[in-house]
């Protein structure tokens, strides 16, 4: 493919599995440029980025992980882990799918680099919710969303990557919902 960001956008994969080295300097700080980029209602930013390096903290956030459904490992042998954290106080109605855009453009920027990563969704939740947990590991104010944790390192090169996706021809309509044939 010869458009570098059609071929980084399909090229991305979730891989939970690393090989472990130290993630150059500087690389982690372009990715978050990346994150700082993203586009968002009216412009607000109502992101936070909380960057962990510390082992125990990883330990920390890894245990929360495992009350999250889809937990697939990784967070402890991820060189940096990303948090996103959203402020709903900026704008109620939106800054979900903000923190998901710039969560979005991380992913991508750290594959454009060679470093991989992966999406560990964390639903709202209440007191003892792995949102609730995270907060309280990292001190992040109580009335943020946790969004996200992106553990990132490089990619072990024997992870089988996979998935596809549906057939355009399956998810757009045109004009009207239900003409899946352009003419
Ligand atoms: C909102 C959201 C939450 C996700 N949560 C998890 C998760 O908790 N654990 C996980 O292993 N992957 C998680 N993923 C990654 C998806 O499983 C993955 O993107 C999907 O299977 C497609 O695979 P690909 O990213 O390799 O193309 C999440 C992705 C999104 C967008």
Same mark, same amino acid.
């Given at each position: 493919?010869e458009?570098e960001?059609?071929?980084?956008?399909?090229?991305?994969r979730s891989?939970?599995r690393?090989?472990?080295k130290?993630?150059l300097?500087?690389v982690v700080?372009?990715?978050?440029?990346a994150?700082?980029?993203?586009p968002?209602?009216?412009?607000l930013q109502?992101?936070?980025?909380i960057v962990?390096?510390?082992?125990?903290?990883k330990?920390?956030?890894?245990a929360?992980a495992?009350?999250v459904? *889809?937990?697939r490992r990784?967070?402890?042998?991820?060189d940096?882990v990303i /948090?996103? $954290?959203?402020?709903p106080?900026v @704008? %109620?109605?939106?800054y979900r799918?903000d923190?998901a855009?710039?969560?979005?453009?991380?992913?991508?920027a750290?594959?454009?680099?060679?470093?991989?990563?992966?999406w560990?969704?964390?639903p709202?939740?209440?007191p003892?919710?792995?949102?609730? *947990?995270?907060?309280?590991i990292?001190?992040?104010?109580?009335?943020f969303? /946790?969004v $996200?944790?992106?553990?990132?390192? @490089? %990619?072990?090169?024997t992870?089988k990557?996979q998935k596809?996706?549906?057939?355009l021809?399956?998810?757009v309509?045109?004009?009207?919902?239900?003409?899946?044939?352009?003419?």
């Amino acid at each position: 493919m010869e458009n570098e960001v059609l071929k980084t956008i399909v090229e991305r994969r979730s891989i939970p599995r690393f090989r472990e080295k130290e993630i150059l300097p500087g690389v982690v700080e372009k990715i978050l440029e990346a994150g700082r980029w993203a586009p968002s209602y009216a412009n607000l930013q109502p992101w936070e980025f909380i960057v962990v390096r510390d082992p125990e903290t990883k330990g920390k956030l890894s245990a929360v992980a495992e009350k999250v459904t *889809l937990y697939r490992r990784g967070i402890q042998n991820a060189d940096v882990v990303i /948090v996103v $954290a959203a402020d709903p106080e900026v @704008y %109620p109605l939106h800054y979900r799918e903000d923190a998901a855009v710039t969560v979005q453009n991380i992913t991508l920027a750290a594959h454009s680099l060679g470093v991989a990563s992966y999406w560990i969704g964390i639903p709202e939740g209440g007191p003892g919710s792995a949102e609730s *947990l995270t907060k309280e590991i990292l001190g992040i104010p109580n009335e943020f969303s /946790v969004v $996200a944790i992106l553990p990132l390192d @490089y %990619p072990d090169p024997t992870y089988k990557r996979q998935k596809e996706r549906r057939p355009l021809r399956e998810m757009v309509h045109y004009e009207r919902y239900g003409n899946t044939r352009s003419s």
